[in-house]
């Protein structure tokens, strides 16, 4: 077990602005960060002017970056999309993760758009093989996360993606808190796909929606037990979901920064 985890977060779930979402990091002590909306624009949307005031600011905090969130595949992106746009959005964030020192993009596996099963698995494959190969190309790594897409809450397709993708650039994001908001035992899946873990999303969830980690019912202790009984040496990316309305263009609640402090202090507390 790594003496100091890395305690990382998304943090605009706490403010829009990357002064504020710094703001919390430094209330939490904490030195890493999950970039995915600044001013509540993704990464890749930013101009390169905007973009490279983030980085300067993140580097004046002495701020590093474990990871950059995408739409690639995810539940904005269904099957039906033009696969153009994640082509283009991955050509833009590679870029941007290797000026900002990060090696990691996240994806998800594209929601059904009508598609048959067969037809949807083979979409997802085909799709993520050409994003892993380019990705390869560029020197970044794909973190597919469990969450939106044909292989997003079963361990059988993320194992099956990994076999037909058979890419080093693909690897696997597991959320300890994914698989109660979409039925499923997120621990039993984590044991299947231990293995391929390259990142972790912490948070919580319960019958009534997402809690303060380790208040809910995603067993998130054992998680980190399990995860560190593996090996993983990775960061820990606070979401916690508690002032964000997930998929409603970010917009955040009142006593939002107040609710991220206390969920992060919480994770660290869960992994000491």
Avoid at 210 to 224: E, K, L, M, N
Wanted: with cysteine.
């Amino acid at each position: 077990m790594p003496d100091d985890p890395v305690l990382a977060g998304i943090t605009d779930e706490a403010a829009y602005d990357i002064g504020g979402q710094l703001s919390v990091l430094d209330t939490l002590g904490w030195k890493a960060i999950e970039l995915r909306t600044v001013d509540r624009e993704a990464v890749a949307d930013l101009t390169e002017e905007r973009f490279d005031a983030v980085a300067t600011a993140l580097s004046d905090s002495g701020v590093r970056v474990v990871c950059l969130a995408s739409r690639i595949g995810g539940w904005s992106r269904p099957a039906g999309t033009d696969f153009r746009h994640d082509l283009e959005e991955l050509d833009v964030l590679a870029r941007r993760a290797r000026a900002i020192g990060t090696g990691y993009v996240r994806i998800m596996s594209y929601p059904d758009d009508g598609l048959s099963d067969p037809s949807w698995r083979a979409l997802a494959i085909e799709r993520i093989t050409v994003l892993a190969e380019r990705a390869e190309s560029q020197g970044v790594t794909l973190l597919h996360e469990n969450c939106s897409g044909w292989a997003g809450t079963r361990a059988e397709r993320m194992l099956d993606l990994l076999d037909e993708v058979a890419s080093p650039a693909l690897k696997l994001l597991f959320d300890t808190g994914n698989g109660v908001a979409h039925g499923y035992d997120g621990f039993d899946l984590l044991a299947d796909i231990v293995g391929h873990v390259e990142h972790v999303h912490v948070k919580d969830a319960d019958e009534r929606g997402f809690t303060v980690p380790g208040q809910g019912s995603a067993r998130v202790a054992d998680c980190v037990k399990l995860l560190r009984a593996n090996g993983y040496q990775g960061a820990w990316s606070l979401e916690p979901h508690l002032a964000l309305v997930p998929h409603e263009q970010g917009v955040l609640a009142d006593g939002a920064a107040a609710a991220f402090v206390a969920a992060g202090r919480a994770m660290a507390e869960l992994l000491r």
